[in-house]
Structures are given as C-alpha cells and as structure tokens.
C-alpha cells in the first residue's frame, strides 16, 4: 500500500518519499497518471475497480475529483517501481538526436524499433539505445525498462519522441501530456481517393467487441473514450493520399482507427487495413505513420519548443510512388 498524502504547510501532495507538488484543484485521475508513470485509462480503471482510497470522507475517488490540501490518497496494490523484465543493457543503435540539453533529448525513432523491453522484445529497443547513450543519465520514475519513456510510438511508425532526462523533466512532461498541453502533428499515406480536403473525426475510441487486441470506433459512446483527430489532405493520388493529422486527444492507435473507420486506412497497416485488397505494385513495407511535429513548453524553462522530425527514406519513396501514380 502506498499514500499520496496532502502537506498544507507545503502546497504539495507526496508520493511516498517524492514530491510531486501538483496544483490544488487537479482532477484525481490527472494527478494519478502523472504521479504513477501511467495513463490516463489506467488511473480510471484502477479508480473503476475501487482500487483508490481517498481521505477525507467528504473526498470522492472519482476520475472527475478536484484534489484538496490534506487529502491523503492510497493505491491498492502498491504501483510496482521495480523492472518488468530485468535492468536493460546498454546496445550500441544508432540514434537521430534532433534536440538534446541537460533535462530533454527529442529524436527521431526509425521504423521497426520497439520504444522499451516488453514479451518477445527484451533486447534490440530504444531503451536498450538510451542507456548506452545516456547510461545513467535517464529519468527511472516509469522504472529502468522505459527509463526516460515519456510517451510511445508504435514499433513501425517513425518520427519524433520525448526523452526525460531528469525525473522532473519527465513529471512535468508527463503532466504536460495528460493535460494535453501538447500539440502532435503527424503525417499519413492513406489509402482512396478523399471527398474533401480536411475534416475531423469524433469517434470514441474502446476495445474492439471481438478482436480484443484492437482498437475501434465504439457506437456506444459509455463504452468508449472521446477521440479527437482533425485530418488535412496534403496530396492526393489516384490511390491515395497523403494526410497531415493533427490528434486532440491521445488514445492507443487513435489515428490508425479514426482513418480506417473513414474508410481510408494507413498504407501498409496490417492491423486496420487487412480486409482492403491492394492495387498491383502499392506494396509498402510498414504502416505509412509519421509523427513530424510536436510543440510543448520545456519541461524545466517553460519556453516553447516546436521540434521536427524529417520524413524518412521508405516514407518519402512511398510517398512518391502512391501519390504520383
């Protein structure tokens, strides 16, 4: 069992011996996101399943709970702080290192690397690439297997990813991202020939009703979480186009879903773009995702950062041979 507990004389509330000083009035899911290194979704479902505890008796543990000086809030069971698969070791792949200073690294993730160790990928990841980058010089507050992980990108979508190098650096971060204080632009290659030149798609995104290792757009909206993606045809093909998406919200495989329910899955999807048959000679070799852009404020200065990721080498090639075609 561990306490967050409120200290008025401070303005804080502790997690066990950190102190992570959210604001007072924070919504309690936020503040257990940030404070345990997970999402959002995990911090409801542990509130769901009457996991947390919140003192006084008047205090309400629920997601929407506005956090109070003197509150004291309990997890049941403790949030595990140890290594899920061992302590990574130090692997010699290359990075594309876009910005670096004393709290941050921004690079930009290949395609084909897993972010951390996980079942079937204990060695050959970003982590592994970090340590032996940084070695101790990474935020462990996720634990050592995602040190400096502040948020993912799936193993085949490329483009620009966070590094915490600091544990404060990565709690103002992580906070930054579940108060979504984060502007993300990605870019697509999207299958069919689009009606209009941008739009937007609203659709609540949960697990998939059969395949529970999917995402999709849920009909009841109760039993999904609002997602938010605007979309912007940059150039369109004869069979396909290429999209800027700009997300509101950051939901597992959001973009991925949200274009596949508008009848334009990512080129080169296998998860969500399997059942439509591909034209002779589109063949692509991973899924057409690029995350190009992110703006944030440092997580230590405040000043704005706007970091880019250059497109890489199969992107550009695809994007040459789909669209012109």
Known sequence: MNSLQGNPSTNALVYGDIDVRPHAGERLDV??????????NHAQALLKKGLVHVEPASARAEPSYRLR?????????PPSTTPRVGTPAAEAIPLDIIYEDEALLALNKQPGLVVHPAAGHQTGTLVNALVHHLGRQLARRGGEDRSGIVHR??????????????????E???????????????R???????????GECHGPIGRHPVDRKKMAVIKNPAKGRSAWTDYRVLAQGRYGAEVECLLHTGRTHQIRVHLAHLGHPIWGDLVYGRRHALPAGTEVPRQM??????????????????LEAPLPTDYAECRDRLIKS
Do not use: N, W
């Open 31 to 40: 503040f257990l996101a940030a404070v345990l290194q997970r999402s959002r």
């Open 69 to 77: 000086l003197g509150d004291t809030i309990t997890v049941h069971p």
């Open 153 to 170: 990108l799936d193993k085949d979508t490329s483009g620009i990813m966070l590094i915490a190098k600091t544990d404060e650096a990565h």
């Open 172 to 186: 103002r971060l992580s906070r930054a991202f579940s108060q979504r204080d984060v502007r993300k632009i990605y």
């Open 188 to 198: 697509a290659l999207c299958r069919g020939v689009f009606r209009r030149a941008s």
């Open 289 to 306: 995702l690029h995350a190009a852009r992110i703006e944030i404020a440092h997580p230590l200065t405040g000043r704005p950062l706007c």
